[in-house]
């Protein structure tokens, strides 16, 4: 089946008018790994990008049943209520889905996805992580330009996505449940250290003690962290996303964490050098694939591989030889 | 001045009967940027693979002004003293060194130069990080054909070095100070968590108190990440490498870590990832260094970020557009 392309002009307009249906077709030609998509998809960031920029980006993080999507009903109703209006994308590589995502299905943000000041936008489902990261990076460009002030990214704490989730967020928010213990269990190392805020979720009933008193212990562990560059202390704050307790509380701190940063130059300056980021890291992923998927080269890396272990060769010779080989190649 | 060069073979065979006269010449070469030396380097590597590996790999790591280098000699001596082998090498890539390291200094090692057995080789000297962690890869393999049993790698901990001494290390001390308050002030997020033990130095006299607090405050804040791979439990120490007083229990520590992990078989296999982890790392860093010091390069690049920042270009299209300029050149 032939989908039916429309011209670039019809695409833009429609996105810079709001219209929903155009920016979704937009966000499905990103995704398409056709190249006659692909072409019309970059013609029609490029004209977009000038309209882009102007919203704050939130990357939200947490382990499956940490409560994100009630948290992202919570804090998003909250945004709509308050006259923005607000994308919920996500960054949720299939090799990661196995490990128990449930991202991308808008059964279970209901209330949002009835709302009109909303766009709620499952994660692409295929693809490396550079690669989904890329489409995803490219769809705010195309839900700020569609007048979305606000840009929720969401991935599921357990893997390499946040990393990509926080390189082009401007503020990262970590969802955590209060345990008894090892509070981490199952968030990745380091992803403590990239967090603007730690909400902990679940503190209603029973839970409030606990709550309060896995705060106190998160706030002394990232007091041995070094200062931010963005002069930012991170906060931990408690809330329950079901009963929408904390949750303006929450949105507060955000508001103040923006405020603060564009005041010390920290906001724009992390913008610049995300974007900069993303076209070296553009660069490297496709290098990179271009040798590593080139059918000659495959059988040859685990040839060389296995000599490396074998202590046949040295990891620096090896290296050299399959890059000699592929010189050759091209 | 032309150094002259002996055949392969005297090399090795000096490396084998622990000739350190010539084992130094070897890993001259090794860090030697002549086409012509490094040939022979990587032949004289290949014939001591098959001798290397029978050692234990300690990586160290601690700020300026922490006390490595005192720390260093009483662990140093304690090994020598029970009849080990130990040389110690370093990674200080010229950038950092600015930051105020003193490595690659034998005066402030003075016990540990004078010892026949141990062999303390400064880091090389100039190069990307990429290009000194090779090196000092390739020298542990050297020293290992020598005979050493005992490998210290240290790095001052300010930078990316950490990183790199951590994957070629089989076990990663991190060295501190107990002080007031911001106790990591200094040490680079995410360090502390690959270590395997903290040790707190300067735990003597009116600091012993402050040290045994701090010991408890570690403990806790390594409580919250979540258990690593190894099945290990990192520890928290406190020792005065000045009175020697906590070392003979730090090399304990160390000799339980190898037991445990030789018995459930993490120590091979995180020997073997990181084998392929560097020739991967060397397959990447070659083609980029390539793509980045292409000379007719640089100005495009420049020119791509700028038009990205811009807003002229989408981080992705400026990708491509330069990887098409780069594959149009070669």
């Not at 724009?268 to 080269?297: D, G, V």
Request: glycine share 10%; net charge positive; charged share 25%.
């Amino acid at each position: 089946k032939k989908r039916k392309l429309l011209p670039v002009e019809e695409y833009v307009e429609g996105i810079l008018n709001g219209n929903i249906t155009l920016l979704s077709k937009a966000v499905t030609l990103i995704e398409s790994s056709k190249p006659g998509h692909q072409q019309i998809a970059q013609e029609i960031i490029v004209r977009c990008l000038p309209y882009s920029g102007k919203s704050i980006r939130i990357g939200i993080t947490g382990v499956p049943g940490v409560g994100k999507s009630t948290f992202i009903e919570a804090l998003g109703k909250q945004i709509t209520g308050d006259g923005g209006k607000l994308a919920v994308l996500a960054i949720d590589p299939s090799s990661e889905r196995s490990k128990g995502s449930i991202l991308g299905d808008k059964t279970r943000m209901e209330e949002l996805a009835g709302d009109k000041n909303a766009y709620i936008r499952p994660s692409p489902s295929a693809g490396s992580l550079g690669g989904v990261a890329r489409k995803t990076r490219e769809t705010i460009i195309l839900c700020e330009a569609a007048g979305f002030d606000h840009i929720f990214i969401e991935t599921v704490g357990v893997g390499q996505s946040e990393t990509a989730v926080h390189s082009m967020s401007d503020f990262f928010l970590l969802l955590m449940l209060a345990g008894a213990g090892d509070e981490l269990q199952g968030i990745k190392r380091g992803i403590m250290e990239m967090a603007d805020l730690i909400a902990i979720n679940k503190a209603d009933g029973n839970n409030a003690e606990k709550a309060k008193m896995a705060q106190r212990q998160y706030q002394n562990a990232l007091h041995l962290f070094p200062p931010k560059e963005s002069g930012w202390e991170p906060r931990v704050s408690t809330c329950s996303a079901l009963a929408k307790n904390g949750i303006s509380e929450i949105w507060e701190v955000i508001a103040e964490y923006r405020k603060a940063t564009v005041k010390n130059g920290y906001f724009i300056k992390k913008r610049n050098s995300q974007a900069s980021f993303w076209m070296h890291e553009t660069i490297q992923e496709q290098m990179k694939r271009a040798f590593y998927q080139h059918p000659e080269m495959k059988e040859k890396i685990k040839d060389f591989e296995q000599k490396v272990l074998n202590s046949e060769m040295s990891s620096f010779l090896a290296a050299g030889k399959l890059l000699e080989i592929y010189s050759g190649l091209k």
